[in-house]
């Protein structure tokens, strides 16, 4: 069964460091998406990405974040200056033209 | 009033029991209803996905959507041990974004 993969599954940072969030969506996929989840808390939107650009962002994607689909199967998520509350589950997923997700195995992202 | 809410549990059950799993909206504009499964530290897995009101049946789960109480449920029928997992309710107006709710921990013992 086709999966979405998303590098690293751990990565620990710095504050104020740069991170980039790697992930391959399902390659017939065409709306991309990455979403976080504090510990003990909501899966919360990020951001949609269809047709090379980005489609709907929420209020937590600021200036800091930012979204690349540089060649035709990776999607990256960078975060250019980490903060404590960075600090998360970061999950990748994709879709075809509805509304139900694959997701990957996400990245957990600590930020010290 | 919070967009989507869910008991967030956790609900024990004995293997073989029926399970209730609900969730309460206060969007009407919400058109497409998804239950996911979250096991610890993975992401969720699509369960069921309905479009607007009524049932929909898959092997031993069943989604209701009641748009007119802003009510939806999922059952599950026989549970078994590896059902065990966290059980996200997930809604969509028909955009990019998807609202999740917080998700019920269940546990079904053998």
């Not at chain 1, 980490?82 to 990957?104: H, N, Q, V």
């Not at chain 2, 029991?17 to 993975?42: E, G, H």
């Amino acid at each position: 069964e086709p999966e979405v993969t998303q590098t690293p599954s751990h990565q620990v940072t710095q504050m104020g460091q740069e991170v980039i969030l790697r992930c391959v969506p399902i390659s017939n996929h065409l709306y991309f998406y990455w979403y976080r989840q504090i510990l003990g808390q909501k899966v919360e939107f990020l951001v949609s990405f269809y047709n090379n650009e980005i489609s709907e962002k929420s209020e937590i994607f600021d200036d800091q974040f930012s979204v690349e689909r540089p060649d035709g199967s990776n999607f990256t998520l960078k975060i250019r200056s980490t903060k404590l509350e960075d600090s998360a589950m970061y999950f990748c997923a994709s879709s075809t033209s509805d509304y139900g997700y694959t997701f990957g195995s996400g990245t957990r992202l600590t930020v010290v | 009033q919070k967009e989507v809410e869910q008991d967030p549990g956790p609900l024990s059950v004995p293997e073989g029991a029926i399970v209730s799993l609900n969730c309460t909206y206060s969007n009407s504009a919400f058109q497409y209803f998804m239950w996911y499964r979250q096991y610890s530290r993975k992401g969720p897995e699509l369960l069921m996905y309905t479009y607007s009101s009524g049932n929909k049946e898959d092997g031993r789960f069943t989604a209701q959507v009641d748009k007119s109480s802003k009510y939806i449920s999922l059952f599950i029928r026989d549970s078994q041990p590896s059902d065990s997992a966290t059980y996200l309710c997930a809604m969509n107006t028909g955009g990019f974004k998807t609202i999740f709710g917080a998700g019920t921990r269940l546990f079904v013992k053998a």
